[in-house]
């Protein structure tokens, strides 16, 4: 059953620690991504990776890191240094290549306390 | 700077009628663009894309519209079902860059009423 996995669903964290959180796909997709989206906001993209060892700042980078030693995993790291950090988090993939949409995980709620 | 805008937060329409979700976008190297639905808590699920080639594009109950002169496209649900209740995002593509990346709009709250 092929997909995009995200977890855990909810996460709490104290103000100043890091946290990761986990993007997983089995759709054989070369390329991973990672939105924000804020109440009343539209999906703002953070990171993005094209190729595994490659990744590309979005429009809203600062204050997150990400790694993707595999072609199926994507994690982001929200760090302390992230202002306004809770949020829900939305991971995607797709195939590289024109016309082809992006398929999106369940996101994960994070609120810091 | 906004370059895709969906001016309507929501819109409530009866069952059975025709639903009209608009989009407007800015940048004219958008060649691709794609419509999602949300439900709260969920991830967006695809719904219907359509590339700038074209000014309609079809899909069961759901249509694309685009209007290239007027950077203007549009989403028609017909008929509208109370499991059409979403929020929906127009998102749009950059032909000029190779990283594939979408632009979203901040989305409509679509309530359709039994």
């Known amino acids: 059953d092929g997909g995009i996995t995200q977890s855990p669903k909810y996460l709490f964290r104290k103000e100043g620690q890091n946290v990761t959180l986990s993007c997983e796909q089995n759709l054989n997709h070369d390329a991973m991504y990672w939105y924000r989206q804020d109440p009343g906001q539209g999906l703002r993209l953070i990171y993005y990776?094209?190729?595994?060892?490659?990744?590309q700042k979005g429009d809203i980078a600062e204050g997150y890191s990400v790694s993707r030693e595999k072609k199926e995993s994507f994690p982001l790291t929200v760090t302390s240094a992230q202002k306004n950090p809770t949020a829900f988090y939305l991971c995607?993939?797709?195939?590289?290549?024109?016309?082809?949409?992006?398929?999106f995980g369940p996101g994960t709620r994070l609120t810091v306390l | 700077d906004q370059q895709v805008k969906q001016n309507s937060p929501s819109l409530s329409v009866q069952e059975g009628r025709i639903s009209i979700l608009n989009c407007d976008y800015t940048n004219s190297m958008f060649d691709y663009f794609l419509w999602y639905k949300k439900y709260p808590a969920e991830g967006p699920t695809f719904l219907i894309s359509i590339s700038s080639i074209k000014d309609k594009n079809e899909d069961g109950r759901f249509t694309v519209f685009l209007n290239k002169s007027a950077k203007h496209l549009s989403l028609h649900i017909v008929p509208s079902q109370p499991g059409d209740s979403a929020v929906y995002f127009c998102a749009a593509r950059d032909s000029g860059g190779s990283n594939y990346k979408l632009t979203f709009g901040k989305g409509t709250l679509l309530t359709v009423n039994p």
């Open positions: 990776s094209q190729i595994v060892n490659d990744f």
């Open positions: 995607a993939s797709s195939w590289v290549g024109s016309y082809n949409e992006q398929f």
